[in-house]
């Protein structure tokens, strides 16, 4: 099992950049595909980006070539650098741990806000 705790969120205008980390807690960081996913109000949570225990990253169509994933294992932490920031990425921001075997942990979550 692991705990996960979000940090660097904010208030952001458009074209602007924030940088999400997210500090993990526990064992076997390692097994865990580690991801970022956002529910706007009225909205469905959604995939925002996944990275693999390797280091091979997934995005969102709508994030491909404004975010970037990373992870280091060996400090237990993933990141999710934000560019070219839109009002639509508004949403509050979730880490997210899964393993077939031990199952899927969350983040409280870190709010985003893109505005003027």
């Known amino acids: 099992q692991v705990r996960l705790v979000e940090s660097g969120g904010g208030l952001v205008q458009p074209g602007g950049s924030l940088r999400l980390s997210c500090a993990a807690s526990?064992?076997?960081?390692?097994?865990?595909?580690m991801g970022w996913y956002r529910q706007a109000p009225g909205k469905q949570r959604e995939l925002v980006a996944a990275i693999s225990s390797g280091g091979m990253p997934n995005y969102g169509d709508s994030v491909i070539g404004r975010f970037t994933i990373s992870r280091d294992n060996a400090k237990k932490t993933v990141h999710l650098q934000m560019n070219s920031l839109k009002p639509e990425d508004t949403a509050v921001y979730y880490c997210?741990?899964?393993?077939?075997?031990?199952?899927?942990?969350w983040g409280q979550g870190t709010q985003v806000t893109v505005s003027s």
């Open positions: 997210n741990a899964n393993d077939q075997w031990a199952g899927s942990y």
């Open positions: 526990g064992s076997s960081f390692i097994l865990y595909t």
